[in-house]
C-alpha cells in the first residue's frame, strides 16, 4: 500500500512537471504526454529505477478506463450541437476512426510479416 | 450537495456492475465504459439532475488521468527492445494512419453536408484532447465539436476495436495495439492495456506519435483540402 503511494507521487511529479513544461511551448501539447515521455526517458536513461513507479503504474493503468467516464457523460452538454450536424459528425467519425484503424493495423502487421 | 458525494461511487458502482455484464456476456456492445456512459447519460437525461454537479463530483477521477497517461511510460519502458526493432515500420503505418484519419475526416464530413468550420472541426479527432482541440481551434474548428468527436472516436475504438481488426486479420498484439492508439488515442489505449502489455505499449506509441504527426500536418493538410473543395 505504501509502496503504491509513493509510485503515485512520483507519476504525479513527472505529470505536474510535464504540465509546467507546457506553459513554456509556443504551442499547444498535453503536459501528460510531455510528462510521460520524460519518465520514459528517466526509465531507459536509468535515472530512476522501473520498481519506484512499476506498482503505482500498474494500479493507474488498470483504472484507467474508468475515468473517461466522467468526459463521455458530459457528451449531454453537446446533443443540441450535434443535433444539427449529426449526418456529417456521425459519418465522418464512424468511417474515418475504422479505416485508420484498419489502415495501421494491416500496414503494420504486413511490414512486420 | 448530494450529487456531488454520490458521483464517484454512482460512477464506480455502475462501472462494476457493467464489468460483470461484460464478463458474463463479453459482447463489444457491452464494453463496460460504453455501458457505464450510456447508462449515466440516460439517468440524467431521465431525471433532469444537472450533470455539471456530477462532473464536479467526479473531478478526482477526472484528474487521474493525467497521471495515468504519464504511467503508461512503464509500458513502453518494457517494450524498449521491440520498440527499437521496428521503428521503421512503427513510424510509416502511424503516418499513413494519420494521412488517412485527417482526409478522410474532413473529406467525409463536408461530403455529408457539414460546412467547412465543421469539417475542420472533425478532422482532428483521433488524438488525445487537448491536442485535438488545440489543432481544431488552429484550423478554425468549434473546439466542442472536436471535443465531443474525440470521445465517440475513443469509445468506438474502445468497444468494436479489437473485434473490427480481428474480422480483419489483424491479430499481432503490436499491430492491434499501434491501429486503437492511432485511431482511438487514450481510451483505445486503456483497452489495450486491459487485455495485455505488449497492445498497451504499443497503444501508448501510437498515442503520441500521432499527436505529434497531427499537430504538425492538420494546420497544413486541412486547409488545403477544404480550399480544394
Not at chain 2, 76 to 96: D, P, T
Not at chain 2, 113 to 122: D, F, I, K, V, Y
Request: aromatic letters at 8%; proline letters at 4%.
Amino acid at each position: 500500500m505504501l509502496r503504491i503511494v509513493r509510485d503515485l507521487l512520483v507519476i504525479m511529479v513527472f505529470a505536474e512537471v510535464g504540465r509546467g513544461l507546457t506553459s513554456l511551448l509556443p504551442f499547444s501539447f498535453p503536459g501528460s504526454i510531455i510528462g510521460m515521455l520524460m519518465l520514459f526517458v528517466a526509465l531507459s536513461a536509468g535515472w530512476i529505477k522501473l520498481s519506484i513507479v512499476e506498482a503505482g503504474a500498474g494500479v493507474l493503468i488498470k483504472y484507467m478506463a474508468v475515468m473517461f467516464v466522467p468526459i463521455g457523460v458530459g457528451l449531454i452538454g453537446y446533443i443540441g450541437l450535434l443535433e444539427h450536424n449529426a449526418a456529417a459528425f456521425l459519418v465522418s467519425t464512424f468511417v474515418s476512426t475504422f479505416v485508420s484503424m484498419a489502415v495501421v493495423g494491416g500496414v503494420y502487421q504486413r511490414l512486420r510479416s | 450537495m448530494t450529487m456531488l458525494l454520490l458521483a464517484i461511487p454512482l460512477t464506480l458502482g455502475t462501472y462494476r456492475v457493467a464489468g460483470r455484464l461484460h464478463a458474463r456476456w463479453p459482447l463489444p456492445v457491452l464494453n463496460p465504459v460504453l455501458v457505464t456512459m450510456l447508462a449515466l447519460i440516460a439517468l440524467f437525461l431521465a431525471t433532469g439532475w444537472d450533470y455539471h454537479v456530477y462532473q464536479r463530483g467526479t473531478m478526482p477521477l477526472t484528474w487521474l488521468l493525467e497521471p495515468a497517461v504519464v504511467a503508461l511510460a512503464v509500458l513502453l519502458y518494457l517494450q524498449l527492445a521491440n520498440v527499437k526493432r521496428s521503428f521503421m515500420a512503427i513510424a510509416v503505418s502511424c503516418l499513413l494512419g494519420v494521412g488517412t484519419s485527417l482526409i478522410l475526416g474532413t473529406e467525409l464530413a463536408a461530403l455529408a453536408g457539414g460546412s467547412s468550420q465543421l469539417a475542420a472541426s472533425l478532422a482532428p479527432k483521433a488524438v488525445t484532447t487537448p491536442v485535438a482541440m488545440s489543432v481544431a481551434e488552429a484550423i478554425g474548428g468549434i473546439p466542442a465539436i472536436t471535443a465531443a468527436s474525440v470521445i465517440v472516436a475513443g469509445i468506438l475504438g474502445a468497444s468494436f476495436g479489437s473485434a473490427f481488426l480481428r474480422r480483419l486479420g489483424v491479430t499481432h498484439d503490436e499491430a492491434v495495439g499501434l491501429a486503437m492508439g492511432a485511431s482511438s488515442h487514450a481510451l483505445g489505449t486503456a483497452r489495450c492495456a486491459e487485455e495485455n502489455a505488449t497492445r498497451g505499449a504499443f497503444g501508448s506509441l501510437a498515442l503520441v506519435i500521432c499527436a505529434v504527426l497531427t499537430s504538425c500536418a492538420a494546420p497544413f493538410v486541412v486547409p488545403l483540402l477544404l480550399g480544394a473543395r
